[in-house]
T-cell receptor, first 115, second 116 residues
Framework: AQSVAQPEDQVNVAEGNPLTVKCTYSVSGNPYLFWYVQYPNRGLQFLLK??????LVKGSYGFEAEFNKSQTSFHLKKPSALVSDSALYFC?????????????FGTGTKLQVIP | DTGVSQDPRHKITKRGQNVTFRCDPISEHNRLYWYRQTLGQGPEFLTY????????KSRLLSDRFSAERPKGSFSTLEIQRTEQGDSAMYLC??????????????FGEGSRLTVL
């Protein structure tokens, strides 16, 4: 089955420190991978995506993600965390099944940046 | 504002009542998705339209749920005979992606349903 997994329910990091939010995927064929962020009582906002090409992709708000095919991972990273980065982060994968396009989300990781 | 808009943002209803949510996607987007999100969970796929055609429905979408996109623009999601288990955030998203493309989804703010 096509899926994504976010192994950590919560990640705590001190302000100014680097952060990593983990995501692994299971997709046959070439995956299209995405990260979204959700602030309380709001919809999801797109951060970045990997389609093809350079394994390191850069996105909004200073975030980047590294695609690792051998480890089937797509971890979200930021060199220096801000308190305002505290939110819920979702990894997602887009794939074709039965001729239709589908997008499946992980269960989310709550990022808490401590001042 | 040219983003995805959803209405109402909040709906409180009694068990057994019918509710309807509306989604207005970004105008040039041909794909529209409905997701349901419960507390502490990621969005779960409900259904998906390309233009006015409803291409797929999740098994999560029981017979009490129906969605339409009559003119390929706005969409409605109706829940009949609501149950307490229907309490959730209902998210609408749209995208512009011809076959084989990889566009991201643009989400609305969601419609929160509380069934008493």
């Amino acid at each position: 089955a096509q899926s994504v997994a976010q192994p950590e329910d919560q990640v705590n990091v001190a302000e100014g420190n680097p952060l990593t939010v983990k995501c692994t995927y299971s997709v046959s064929g070439n995956p299209y991978l995405f990260w979204y962020v959700q602030y309380p009582n709001r919809g999801l906002q797109f951060l970045l995506k990997y389609i093809t090409g350079d394994n390191l992709v850069k996105g909004s708000y200073g975030f980047e993600a590294e695609f690792n095919k051998s480890q089937t991972s797509f971890h979200l990273k930021k060199p220096s965390a801000l308190v305002s980065d505290s939110a819920l982060y979702f990894c997602a994968v887009r794939f074709y099944s039965g001729g239709y396009q589908k997008v499946t989300f992980g269960t989310g990781t709550k990022l808490q940046v401590i001042p | 504002d040219t983003g995805v808009s959803q209405d109402p943002r909040h709906k409180i209803t009694k068990r057994g009542q019918n509710v309807t949510f509306r989604c207005d996607p970004i105008s040039e987007h041909n794909r529209l998705y409905w997701y349901r999100q419960t507390l502490g969970q990621g969005p779960e796929f409900l259904t998906y339209f390309q233009n006015e055609a409803q291409l797929e429905k999740s098994r999560l979408l029981s017979d009490r749920f129906s969605a339409e996109r009559p003119k390929g623009s706005f969409s409605t999601l109706e829940i009949q005979r609501t149950e307490q288990g229907d309490s959730a955030m209902y998210l609408c998203a749209s995208s512009l992606a011809p076959q084989g493309a990889s566009g991201e989804l643009f989400f609305g703010e969601g419609s929160r349903l509380t069934v008493l």
